[in-house]
């Protein structure tokens, strides 16, 4: 567990993680996921994160526009439910 100076933010994003993406399911319904955390040269931790999404339109089996349709729903700048 990191101790350092960031360790406060880094309990902060893995609650909003764990909050809004994984029981709010903001995405969908997320499936699998994977978690991968990296430390940069000033100690920071860097999260590279890939998410399964129940009934997600998959590349080169469906349509590009229901690719697109998918993400652009999903892609806002609101606060679901508003």
Known sequence: MYCGPCFGIVRIFIQICNLVILQRGVLGKVEQSYVKKEYQMRRAPQYHI???IENAPVLNI?????????????????????
């Open 50 to 52: 890939l998410l399964w």
């Open 62 to 82: 469906n349509l590009p526009e229901e690719v697109c349709s998918f993400i652009k729903n999903r892609n806002t700048c609101h606060k679901p439910g508003n």
